[in-house]
């Protein structure tokens, strides 16, 4: 059966500090790849995702960078963390097919002080 | 562009009612998806049940079913005989045939009351 991992679990950086955030899936091929930001009691924003190793698309963000070094593997990166940053980053997987769901990792926690 | 909005921020149920959680969406694709997620206070994203555009019935899923209406384009989620464990965020996604992402709605915070 398949999996996703992420870690860590929760994270507190100061500004300006570099950031990466990992997330691997188990049991599957050629995933889809996402990744969200989750403000506190909002919704699911979409930062990141891709379909392939190498290809990332990017919805939102000035100061944050994904990178798909491997076919399971997917990394969020920041250079310098702004007070913005602060939030729960969940990382999903979803089979290639038209309508299959997303599936998610249990989230991090981030602080940034 | 495509776009989702569920309008309730809150609802507060009673236990062993059946809720119903709003879901809107504006596309012009003629084929897409749509689906309902739980999120508890844990923070996990829990999938509950999925709709596509062409499927002739509602999806039903356990206490869990989708008021599907094309015309209106609405995705009500309803659960039926509500338990305090079903106290969480849901949200509704939505996702065109077009584009491989996934777009989620503000969300719904339910409370069941015993």
């Known amino acids: 059966s398949q999996t996703i991992h992420q870690w860590p679990a929760t994270l507190v950086q100061p500004v300006g500090s570099p950031l990466s955030l990992e997330c691997t899936v188990e049991?599957?091929?050629?995933?889809?790849l996402y990744w969200y930001r989750q403000a506190a009691g909002r919704g699911l924003q979409l930062l990141f995702y891709?379909?392939?190793?190498?290809?990332i698309s990017s919805e939102v963000p000035q100061n944050l960078s994904a990178s798909r070094p491997q076919d399971r593997q997917f990394i969020l990166s920041s250079k310098k963390l702004l007070l913005s940053d602060s939030g729960f980053y969940l990382c999903?997987?979803?089979?290639?097919?038209?309508?299959?769901?997303?599936?998610f990792g249990n989230g991090t926690r981030l602080t940034v002080t | 562009a495509q776009k989702i909005t569920q309008t309730q921020p809150g609802m507060f149920v009673q236990e062993k009612e059946a809720v119903t959680l709003d879901c809107t969406y504006d596309t012009s694709d003629p084929s897409y998806g749509l689906f309902w997620y739980k999120q508890p206070s844990s923070g996990e994203m829990i999938f509950l049940i999925y709709q596509g555009s062409y499927d002739q019935q509602n999806a039903t899923e356990g206490r869990y079913s989708l008021n599907f209406q094309k015309a209106r384009k609405s995705a009500n989620l309803v659960i039926s005989a509500s338990q305090l464990g079903d106290s969480a965020m849901y949200f509704c996604?939505?996702?065109?045939?077009?584009?491989?992402?996934?777009?989620f709605g503000s969300g719904t915070r339910l409370s069941i009351r015993p």
């Open positions: 049991g599957t091929s050629n995933p889809n």
């Open positions: 996604a939505f996702v065109p045939s077009s584009a491989s992402k996934i777009i």
């Open positions: 891709s379909v392939g190793i190498g290809q």
């Open positions: 999903a997987w979803r089979e290639g097919q038209k309508y299959s769901p997303l599936h």
